[in-house]
């Protein structure tokens, strides 16, 4: 018997889902996070699938993990002491980065304090120009004065962004080499290594991220290894990526800013699994935990690819999966400005204290309180009984601000939970601007603990038609790990015209590129299946900022006929912006190699469709819509595929509680799904 097993940390819940070979069912289990000690849940819930599923470790055959312990460190500035030597008379490019504003419309807006203060950055002398060729040798001497100086203010380690490294990065390799002959204890991070890119700015600020978390992230891998072997697991552990693959955890020890977002892109790949699986063409994925909610749109079955995220208060360029995070999770906390406002989050109160209706002392109003004290959620134990609710705690969290209001305990908290949705629906609206898709084309597909709960609400707010609740939506983002492959991306600047003569330049990068994904899959994965090659440009118009990313015809660049891949680039120029110049000069700016080897992936189990109405086995009275009204209760158990059910009610699971308003009908599909169709289907307000 040998089980695939997958787990996500969030910041209530670590999810466990585990995926038989033999028989394809799929069992899951869930376990409260240990922020103070991470790992610690890794290993309880291990712990917690022996003795209520009875998997134990060595029937483990392979075991992904997705954490957040490098994105919650980046958060809580918690990473190591840091220098930056960068080429002499530059020391400012942390600084002034793009002299952009986060928010300009807030007139208290300002930037984030670099995570390398300005006292530790140094400059060294050596110049590499555009072209790569070299200006000004580096300078030993100049080298050995900037580690003196960073030691002496107490750095661990040193992040070497030169001029132009992109192109030429000989001396940051010969720095780094220096570094290590002169003091071999300390850390050393070359920014062509981790990112080569040709923005000075983006490449800095992305090896800055990675050298300030790579030996916290490494610490935590080596931990758990040793952990899982302990307890008997014997694969390698693998750890999910922000492209949406996985890497084996050795790997991830000194490339952890290419899984810094592996939680949320685990999440949007078992949404994109579970919509392929269903026939799903257009999808809004929706994922909510306790302290964030973040949405990605998937077209086919497969979500957007993208290489410039921003996380927390730092932008990041590394490939990752599309992820907007837009609002806030069940555990944001709810309190009154100085304006006499309600407002809610961006606080959460997380798994340590939780919310006041969980009893583990928190005392502060959540959005899972005012649901609580809305009686839509204190009808079972969550996350498989391992958090009783206590409505009584919950009213008495929100009762101070419904005083302050004038306002019922009831309505406050429908204001809360109003705000809330409210907040998800700008940044949806915006982010559907942005791509240029109106939102009421798409189906909204609902995940995470607090996901459920929310679905409804917003989709009404946005004029979606329909909501899809997976079978086990709590956990989707740990089977996520289990759908997705390895993959791993490999990019080199090219900076050239696209011309026919410049096609042979531009081939033999690609099969460069292609060398090197090939080793990585074959010798540092052992990876023993097929896989895919996928080449990508950066390109734009001569004269533009920025690229957009198209997709290279490798066989005729062969043949020296780039006539297909600049029509590719004008139709996607016209795609994205409305128009395209066929006479405009073409530049490609970087390339990319895209190696993928193909994981087995579970086989979503059928139902036999039996068409039927489902009474609902209880009926409560809750707050809803502004007064108090009937509300039908349902086991999922109970709604097998073909069953139809009426709202407003309220579906209840051991990983998640799906709240339905009125104006809504249900059924469920042969996968299990409960597809959640509005009555009626106004445009967005």
């Given at each position: 018997?040998?089980?695939?097993?997958?787990?996500?940390i969030?910041?209530?819940?670590?999810?466990?889902?585990?995926?038989?070979?033999a028989?394809g069912?799929?069992?899951?289990?869930?376990v409260?996070?240990?922020?103070d000690?991470?790992?610690?849940?890794?290993?309880?819930?291990?712990?917690?699938?022996?003795?209520?599923l009875?998997?134990?470790?060595?029937?483990?055959?392979y075991f992904?993990?997705?954490t957040?312990?490098g994105?919650n460190?980046?958060?809580?500035?918690?990473?190591i002491?840091?220098a930056?030597?960068?080429t002499?008379?530059?020391?400012?490019v942390?600084e002034?980065a793009?002299?952009?504003?986060p928010?300009?419309?807030?007139?208290?807006s300002?930037?984030?304090e670099?995570?390398?203060?300005r006292?530790l950055?140094?400059?060294?002398?050596e110049?590499?120009?555009?072209?790569?060729s070299?200006?000004?040798?580096?300078?030993?001497?100049?080298?050995?004065?900037?580690?003196?100086?960073?030691r002496?203010r107490?750095?661990e380690g040193?992040?070497?962004s030169?001029l132009?490294a992109?192109?030429?990065?000989a001396h940051?390799?010969?720095a780094a080499?220096?570094l290590?002959?002169?003091d071999?204890?300390?850390?050393v991070?070359?920014?062509h290594?981790?990112?080569?890119?040709?923005?000075e700015y983006e490449?800095?600020?992305?090896a800055?991220?990675?050298?300030?978390?790579?030996?916290?992230?490494?610490a935590y891998?080596g931990?758990?290894q040793e952990a899982?072997?302990?307890?008997g697991?014997?694969?390698?552990?693998?750890?999910?990526k922000s492209?949406?693959g996985?890497?084996?955890a050795?790997?991830?020890?000194?490339?952890?800013?290419?899984?810094?977002l592996?939680?949320?892109?685990?999440?949007?790949?078992?949404?994109a699994?579970?919509?392929r699986?269903?026939g799903m063409?257009?999808?809004l994925?929706l994922?909510?935990?306790?302290?964030?909610a973040?949405?990605?749109i998937?077209?086919g079955?497969?979500?957007?690819?993208?290489?410039?995220?921003?996380?927390?208060?730092?932008?990041?360029?590394?490939?990752?999966?599309?992820?907007?995070?837009?609002g806030e999770?069940?555990?944001?906390?709810a309190?009154?400005?100085a304006?006499?406002?309600?407002r809610?989050?961006p606080?959460s109160?997380?798994s340590?204290?939780?919310?006041?209706?969980?009893c583990?002392?928190?005392t502060?109003p959540?959005?899972?309180d005012?649901?609580?004290?809305?009686?839509?959620?204190?009808?079972?134990?969550?996350g498989?009984?391992?958090?009783?609710?206590?409505?009584?705690?919950a009213?008495?969290?929100?009762a101070?601000?419904?005083?302050?209001l004038g306002r019922?305990?009831?309505?406050?908290a429908?204001?809360i939970?109003?705000?809330?949705?409210?907040?998800?629906?700008?940044?949806?609206?915006?982010?559907c601007?942005?791509?240029g898709?109106?939102?009421r084309?798409?189906?909204?597909l609902?995940?995470?603990?607090?996901g459920?709960?929310?679905?409804?609400?917003?989709?009404?707010e946005?004029?979606?038609a329909?909501?899809?609740?997976p079978?086990?939506?709590g956990?989707?983002?740990?089977l996520?790990?289990l759908?997705?492959?390895?993959r791993?991306d490999?990019t080199a600047?090219a900076y050239?015209?696209?011309?026919?003569?410049?096609?042979?330049?531009?081939?033999a990068t690609?099969?460069?590129?292609?060398?090197?994904a090939?080793r990585w899959i074959t010798?540092?994965?052992?990876?023993?299946g097929?896989a895919?090659?996928?080449?990508?440009a950066?390109m734009?118009?001569r004269?533009?900022?920025?690229e957009?990313?198209?997709?290279?015809?490798?066989d005729a660049?062969?043949?020296g006929?780039?006539?297909?891949i600049?029509?590719?680039?004008?139709?996607?120029?016209?795609r994205?912006?409305?128009h395209?110049?066929?006479?405009?000069p073409?530049?490609?700016?970087?390339?990319s190699l895209?190696v993928?080897?193909h994981?087995?992936?579970p086989?979503?189990?059928r139902?036999?469709?039996?068409?039927?109405?489902?009474?609902?086995?209880?009926?409560?009275?809750a707050?809803v819509?502004?007064?108090?009204?009937?509300?039908?209760?349902?086991?999922?158990?109970?709604?097998?595929?073909?069953?139809r059910?009426a709202c407003?009610?309220?579906v209840?699971q051991?990983?998640?509680?799906?709240?339905?308003?009125?104006?809504?009908?249900?059924?469920?599909d042969?996968?299990?799904?409960?597809?959640?169709r509005r009555?009626?289907?106004?445009?967005?307000?």
């Amino acid at each position: 018997m040998s089980y695939r097993v997958g787990v996500d940390i969030g910041g209530t819940f670590a999810d466990f889902c585990a995926f038989d070979e033999a028989s394809g069912a799929i069992r899951t289990v869930k376990v409260l996070t240990t922020p103070d000690r991470p790992g610690q849940e890794v290993i309880d819930g291990l712990a917690a699938m022996e003795d209520r599923l009875g998997i134990a470790p060595a029937d483990i055959g392979y075991f992904t993990h997705g954490t957040t312990v490098g994105v919650n460190a980046l958060i809580m500035r918690r990473g190591i002491r840091l220098a930056l030597f960068t080429t002499e008379h530059f020391c400012d490019v942390l600084e002034l980065a793009r002299l952009k504003m986060p928010d300009p419309y807030d007139l208290l807006s300002a930037r984030p304090e670099p995570l390398v203060t300005r006292d530790l950055v140094f400059g060294v002398r050596e110049r590499i120009r555009a072209d790569g060729s070299v200006d000004t040798p580096l300078d030993r001497a100049s080298l050995e004065a900037a580690v003196a100086a960073a030691r002496a203010r107490g750095a661990e380690g040193v992040v070497l962004s030169f001029l132009h490294a992109y192109r030429n990065p000989a001396h940051e390799t010969e720095a780094a080499a220096i570094l290590a002959e002169i003091d071999p204890d300390l850390h050393v991070f070359c920014s062509h290594a981790v990112r080569p890119m040709i923005r000075e700015y983006e490449r800095t600020s992305t090896a800055v991220i990675h050298g300030y978390l790579q030996p916290r992230v490494a610490a935590y891998l080596g931990a758990l290894q040793e952990a899982l072997r302990g307890i008997g697991v014997e694969p390698e552990p693998m750890v999910t990526k922000s492209n949406g693959g996985v890497m084996s955890a050795e790997l991830g020890k000194t490339a952890c800013v290419e899984m810094l977002l592996s939680g949320t892109a685990a999440g949007v790949m078992g949404a994109a699994y579970v919509a392929r699986e269903a026939g799903m063409e257009r999808v809004l994925s929706l994922d909510i935990g306790g302290t964030s909610a973040d949405v990605a749109i998937i077209r086919g079955g497969v979500p957007g690819y993208g290489s410039a995220e921003v996380v927390g208060e730092f932008p990041i360029h590394v490939p990752s999966v599309s992820v907007t995070s837009i609002g806030e999770g069940g555990g944001s906390i709810a309190r009154i400005d100085a304006a006499g406002m309600l407002r809610v989050g961006p606080d959460s109160a997380g798994s340590v204290p939780g919310p006041a209706a969980y009893c583990r002392g928190g005392t502060e109003p959540t959005i899972t309180d005012a649901f609580v004290a809305l009686g839509l959620l204190d009808l079972a134990a969550l996350g498989y009984g391992m958090v009783a609710i206590d409505a009584d705690k919950a009213r008495a969290a929100i009762a101070p601000l419904a005083e302050r209001l004038g306002r019922s305990v009831e309505e406050t908290a429908e204001g809360i939970v109003g705000i809330a949705v409210s907040g998800m629906f700008r940044e949806v609206s915006k982010l559907c601007s942005r791509r240029g898709v109106d939102v009421r084309e798409f189906s909204l597909l609902a995940f995470g603990g607090g996901g459920p709960m929310m679905a409804a609400l917003l989709a009404r707010e946005l004029g979606m038609a329909e909501v899809i609740v997976p079978p086990v939506p709590g956990v989707l983002s740990a089977l996520g790990g289990l759908t997705a492959d390895v993959r791993n991306d490999f990019t080199a600047v090219a900076y050239h015209e696209l011309t026919s003569g410049m096609a042979p330049e531009l081939h033999a990068t690609v099969e460069v590129l292609t060398g090197r994904a090939r080793r990585w899959i074959t010798e540092e994965q052992r990876h023993a299946g097929e896989a895919l090659y996928q080449a990508v440009a950066e390109m734009r118009y001569r004269g533009q900022s920025f690229e957009i990313d198209v997709a290279l015809d490798i066989d005729a660049l062969a043949r020296g006929d780039v006539a297909p891949i600049a029509e590719a680039f004008h139709a996607e120029h016209r795609r994205l912006y409305g128009h395209a110049d066929p006479h405009a000069p073409i530049q490609v700016i970087a390339i990319s190699l895209i190696v993928t080897g193909h994981a087995p992936k579970p086989v979503l189990p059928r139902q036999a469709v039996e068409a039927r109405d489902v009474a609902p086995g209880r009926t409560i009275e809750a707050y809803v819509d502004g007064a108090r009204r009937p509300v039908g209760v349902f086991e999922r158990a109970a709604l097998t595929a073909g069953a139809r059910f009426a709202c407003p009610c309220v579906v209840t699971q051991d990983d998640t509680t799906v709240i339905v308003p009125p104006g809504f009908s249900g059924r469920v599909d042969t996968h299990g799904n409960l597809i959640l169709r509005r009555e009626e289907t106004p445009h967005a307000h």
